[in-house]
């Protein structure tokens, strides 16, 4: 995560990285760049608390602490982590307004290490988390191939969005920093695995 003032927009602004989550109730923006992972932002009109928060998978298939350093990496834990941070700062649950952004197919092929296609699966995990939790959800803009990059009012509920072409350098290095991020945690999911079978003997 790292701020900074913007002169165009003569504010700062705060960039998320996948598995941070940020919230304010300051006249700031956050911002992040989205491929196939999800960024969910949540508004408390009463108490004019904003919050966004990007995460890379759905979910996990191992018991995970939400004090763990890849957590917000994951779309369950990641709602809880911004969810709580919110409440601290003063929102109320009761009146959360979700938009959804991102989850596009990015990547030239399906990494089946991963189960289905990456965006698809993480657009899934979103509308159904938010409809499970009852926060309605105002705006979306999901799917698709091209990724996106958010800039996030949390003091209004305001939305800036821009799509990037699929030709630009940035959308290129951001497949490849995904496609590091996906394999580093599902070698992680596989090592916690290995870990939770060593007291079995096979013979």
Known sequence: MKAYFDKKYQKQIVTISP???????????????????????????KNKIGGMNHFMLASTSRDCSISDETAGRFGEYSMELLINDMIKAGAQKKYFQAKVFGGANIFKEN?????????????????????????????????????????????TNKVYLKRIKNSMRETQELETKEKSYIKTLVDKEKEKTKEANDDIVWF
Do not use: H, M
């Open 19 to 45: 598995g941070e989550f940020y919230c304010s109730k300051q006249d700031c923006f956050i911002s992040t760049v989205l491929g196939s992972c999800i960024a969910i932002t949540l508004w408390d009109g």
């Open 111 to 155: 990494l089946s290490a991963t189960g289905p296609r990456v965006g698809a699966a993480n657009i899934f995990f979103a509308f159904n988390y938010l409809e499970t939790e009852g926060i309605p959800i105002l705006k979306s803009d999901t799917g698709g191939v091209q990724a996106r990059k958010v800039l996030f009012e949390p003091l």
